[in-house]
């Protein structure tokens, strides 16, 4: 039967043309696919927030949030439902399963129920606002800066320069962030008030009703219909100022003698933006899908720049992150080991298979490296680091296949069999093994492709890409390299025939040797090697943990938690306070520039790094440093300067991370239905992880008790007065949060009329006493007439978690990882625990739960993987021993591994797992194509001792070339200390070195222990 490759042979005009045409499509796409710097997750969550200026924590979480959730959780579809409840705030985080990638249609149906709770909320709650879009990574953003200008006029330029950038082809949504809205403040004393005779509702009623902006109707002619346009608006402040307003004793009085009229933002502001110091707008711009930001980001670069060119002097419009540069780092960076280990993979074959079979071998390695990019731009599968470092990996495996077909083709011919016989005999013979030891290796990360979890989501296409370029790589095996081989290899000559007097025929000697005395004392052997697995399982068990690696930005993160209970300016104060520092050259010489979000964490700017939630005692620093180089020094110094100068104020200073989420936080929780209970433990365990040698920035999520004043109102009192308790719950919001009573048309905007108290008097609570409360018969009475103010402690928040009370201590250990310090931790919990009421309880979250819903969800499909590989093996060799001794290898990987880990200093995690599954694969080819050489060996009549060293000795030189070539081809990685590979390539590297010697050694043993004695099929 003729076998592919001598059909490849016949239509080689055919094949070499559609290789041709791939490698062509594949080094298009490297220019042309979607570009990114880490692969992509689905944030698979929805956010909703609803206001209620003045109301307590305490009531938000009973009034508005359990409302919503109750609500929320008939959604089959969400995972998880967080919220926090702060004064006057509450926000819900709803997360759907991590299997879900269709969220349209559940998003719809969380609006629907939450359409539905509005109904259960008090009356003066706000409507909740569905925030869907959370997951949008802003890929340019760019801040508007000027000192000489107002508030209206850089939120007039904001405007307009927001409209020019949707012009950009490829721009999905442009947000504009610290834009200040406005509204006219009209700032009267009660004491002038009481001086002229008004009450404040009379006062509130005349400027209503002079201020009109309705239209005066329509009226009918028989020429046509003319509108009705009176003036009774205001259109300037002036108009405003200048009122007239009826004294109550007789004459007129002006407004501008009553009160002070301006335009100012809305205050208390919830949140402000600074760049470098000064007061900014952030542009925030995301890009449609499907564009390649390495194109986009240019074009919009250049829209800024001519936007700039075109602002008034005093105007800057700075850049504050460009994802393209970090995309073309992370690109280009992989790309460059890509190419290094390609060079160095084709040296190492020239070195082992001489010139000749050498470039016949690493031929196929460009052709599979570039019909890999074609076949991924057809799968939809991006340029990124994860993608592209994958091909570093697989690199030395692309040659397996090459290597064994060459290796064989030669041997044929030196034997004496013709090119055409040769061709045909290695393509039949090898056609079959070959593809099961291909599969084997796809089949190992099956686990990885089917995890049902963030950290697989973010991995998966490592999995792909290894598919697409063994399977390739087999391919080419099978029809370009045999087809190579029969017009470019040489006929050896009748010298050339007989036995090679090299160092490689010497290295098959010694090992033929070795492999005797192995043979003779099994007993020994095995038992070494159950050691020196024992020895590699304490060593990994030892090892450090880290789910992820930390990210190779060169950008600090710096948040800042006030006391509960401060408000923006005072958030703002400490930012304007920590500016001159972060400017000061020579103290940080090494931070470009900065860009702070007062009262929340800005816009998203890399997709697992979550904003912060809004809260008016909270700030987010983002710091971009010169040099990667100097992250070390910058966090360090960072966090001595903010405990040297900053005492009063929780400040985490940290660098970027990988993966989905920060891998470097402990997160331990107290639950259940007592918040005093809640609160109180919560405290406990954050005093017990703040002794703990190393951790720092330990806090917790319920902050600190707040003081409330609260208005006990004596309605025996209030109903002799005529006053109810809406009529003082009004009066204290007109007089100091500022009653909207009208609108003001400026332009093209809207802006409400508040009035209010002057600032002087709102500022002294001892005008609170003296607040006239009107009635609705139009007399007034002073507040302290029918109330007493009294000041009660209150909750700063009040954090749950699927519908249970929650507080969470967090702290970022220094000298271990999470993982690591968790017995420790659960220690502490258990100890705590113990005298907690019924109901309530401690528990792991953050990374440590992250890490292990991970690794159980890659472990999932673990034995759906091994099961298929454990039957193809079977069906392959149509026995059950040959498989189980197969199998049997895959332990030997261990020792290697933590050799790795040990000997370079890496962590063990998700990213070290997959280059276990990476090893699992190699050590299970070698052991295949020995095993079948053994069987081909016995079957053309060699006895069984003699049979196992032939073909050991045999496959010794495909066994250990696949070896070193995999080994330098990782060097690359290692050298650089990638951020993201350095630890997978140093347990690659390590363990395949260990593990194929060990190969080499246990197989035959095996084989000779378990295989029958006879020759079978």
Known sequence: MKSLSTHAARFKPLVFTLVALLMLLGGYNYFTLPAQEDPKITIREA??????????????????????????????????????????????????????????????????????AE??????????????????????????????????????????????????????????????????YIETSQVKLNEVGYTRAQFIQILRSQN????????????????????????????MRNLLLPAPQGGTIALRDLAQVRIGPVEPASRKVFFNGQRAVIFAVSMLEGQRVLEYAPRLKNKLEEIESSLPIGLNLDIVTYQAEQVGNAVFGVTQSVLQTLVIVLVVVVIFLGVRTGLIVGTIVPGVMLITLAVMGFADIPLERMSLATLVIALGLLVDNGIVIA?????????????????????????????ASTLTTILVFIPLMMAQHPAGEYTRSISLVILISLLTSWLLAMTVTPVLCRYFMTMPTPSSKTPEKGAFHRLELRYASLLRAVLAHKAVFLVSILVLFGLGVAGIIIAPKQFFPGSDRAQVLIT?????????????????????????????????DYAAYAGYGGPRFVLSLTPLDPATNKAFVVANLNSYDAMPQAIKELRSMFKRQFPG?????????LGPSDPNIVHLQVKGPDKSVVYEYGQKLASEVKQIPGMIDVWHDWENPISRLYISVNQQQARRAGVSSADITEALTHYYSGGVISQFVQGDELLPIAIRGEPEERRQLSKLYSLNVNSKGGHSVPLMQVADVQVHPAAGAIQREDMTRTLTVEGRPLYRSPEDMAPRLQSIMDRLSEDLPPGHYMEFDGIITDSAAGKAA???????????????????????????????????????AALGLTVMGSSFGFMEILGLLSLAGIIINNALVLIDRIDIERASGHDMDEAIITAASRRLRPIIMTTVTTVFGLMPLIIAVDALFYGMASVIAFGLVIGTLLTLGVTPVLYQLMAPRGVDN
């Not at 020019?164 to 999905?172: A, D, I, N, R």
Request: proline share 5%.
């Open 560 to 592: 800042l938690n006030l006391p509960a209970g401060s408000n923006l300016n005072q958030t703002s104060t400490t930012l304007k306070q920590l500016f001159p520092v972060l400017s000061d050259d020579d103290a940080f010489e090494y931070i470009d």
């Open 119 to 184: 109904s259960q909320l008090p009356d003066g709650t706000q409507t909740p606002q569905i925030n869907d879009d959370f997951g949008d990574v802003a890929v340019v953003t760019a801040a508007l800066t000027g000192d000489d200008f107002s508030a209206g006029e850089i939120r007039h330029y904001a405007q307009h320069i927001r409209d020019q950038l949707y012009s950009v082809t490829g721009t999905k949504k442009v947000q504009l962030h610290g834009i200040q809205p406005e509204r006219v």
């Open 47 to 116: 956010v909703i927030t609803t206001h209620f200026p003045g109301m307590s924590a305490e009531k938000v979480e009973l009034l508005i949030t359990k409302p919503i959730e109750l609500a929320i959780r008939q959604v089959p579809e969400l995972e998880e439902v967080r919220s926090t409840s702060r004064p006057g705030t509450s926000i819900i985080h709803a997360k759907t399963y991590d299997h879900l990638f269709e969220l349209e249609q559940i998003w719809d149906d969380l609006r629907q129920k939450v359409r539905q």
């Open 649 to 657: 104020v929780n400040a985490s200073v940290r660098g970027m991370f």
């Open 407 to 435: 290796e064989d083709y030669k041997r044929r011919l030196e034997e004496g069999v013709s090119r055409d016989d040769a061709l045909n005999q290695c393509g039949r013979e090898l056609c079959l093994p070959l593809l």
């Open 212 to 239: 009109v902006l309705s239209a005066g109707g329509e009226v009918e002619l028989p020429s046509g219909s003319l509108l009705i346009d009176p003036s009774g608006q205001f259109n300037t402040l002036d108009d």
């Open 858 to 896: 890659l472990s999932a499909n673990m034995p759906l993987s091994f099961g298929v590989i454990l039957l193809l093996l079977v069906a392959q060799f149509n026995s059950f021993k040959r498989p189980l001794m197969i199998v049997a290898t895959i332990p030997l990987l261990v020792s290697g």
